[in-house]
């Protein structure tokens, strides 16, 4: 029998209510979809699978898809449900690093483990933080002091910055959470047309409206190097999965005297503090691995380190030890 599905969205600037229009033809119009604002919705009881989505606000979805999925949280946990989010960064290696805050992961599916938790009944089929698509001059004053204070806090630079128009949205994220959403709900194949349902993507907009010649940004380059007075920053990404840069790591830690302190496991990412003492003073290495939907068979990895560059030396030169390791054997995916 057909299932019949419904894809709820919370959306400001349009973004995410773009993204689940963009779902339903990426499910195929053959099938039974609903696509509703969630103010819409006065029962999923109808509904085979619920696809949730949201903006996201302070590192969240939005107060609103809290107390929806608070409202329908029984009927929820007995439906096959999916989260997708649309937001800033999606680099989910990120660490935020703020006055009076314990530094921690953000940025993509990061910002949904927190509803995940608040809802251990509902087990979602799939997540998804897909990044967005904000026009600086017309976002509400709390967004632009938001996205002012990200851009002051980001230590190893802001992309936006001085963009009127900031594209962070990786296309390839949308279809492959639609195509997981076909196979493990709808029982179909994955799509390998995906490209000609684009035209929700794509735009005309420059990301300078004084400068159309200015490209957008979109999205952050795999392999990064930044050494700075704030930070010292490296990404890169190896072949493989999680568990193996995981094994790594560890066996990097052990060679170098560094203990490895975790801090946050998820099944797509991993962040630790490693931690060495140099000169005889103890420095933090922020390190994190993620594997992403729009990179399958390949795994991401960071490191950064904030103290000082005269102070910092050793931990660059176990850095770049580590990542010897983890490029080893032909690893390494430019």
Known sequence: MEKKGLIVYNSIYSSTS????????????????????????????????????????????????????KKHAADLAKKEVAYFLTCGDTDETQVLKAPGQKAHLIAGRNYLLDIIDKFPAIKPVSIAGFGGRQVMPHLHLIDKFQVRMVEKLAKE??????????????????????????????GLKPLT??????????????????????????????NEHHSTGRIYFTRSRIRGGLETAVSLLAAWAGDAGVRLQEQKKSFFN?????????????????????????????????????????????????????????????????
């Open 18 to 69: 773009e993204a689940a229009y963009w779902l339903k033809a990426l499910l195929g119009e053959d099938q039974h979809v609903e696509v509703k604002h969630l103010v819409q919705v006065i029962s999923v009881k109808p509904y085979d699978y619920v696809i949730i989505g949201s903006y996201t606000r302070w590192e969240k979805p939005s107060k609103a898809t809290y107390a929806f999925v």
């Open 157 to 186: 630079g802001s992309p936006f910055s001085g963009l009127d128009i900031w594209e962070s949205l990786v296309p390839e994220r949308v279809e492959a959470f639609a195509n997981e959403i076909r196979e493990k709900i709808l």
């Open 193 to 222: 047309d995906v490209k000609r349902y684009r035209n929700f993507w794509d735009s005309i907009q420059p990301a300078n409206l004084s400068d159309p010649g200015k490209v957008k940004y979109s999205p952050k380059p795999y």
């Open 270 to 334: 991993v962040y630790y503090h490693a931690v060495k003492s140099y000169n005889g003073t103890d420095i933090t290495i922020h390190v994190a691995a993620a594997t992403m939907q729009e990179d399958p068979g390949n795994v991401h990895i960071a490191f950064r380190c904030y103290d000082k560059p005269e102070k910092r030396k050793g931990a660059e030169e176990d850095i770049a030890k580590a990542e010897r390791l983890l490029w080893a054997e032909g690893r390494k995916v430019e």
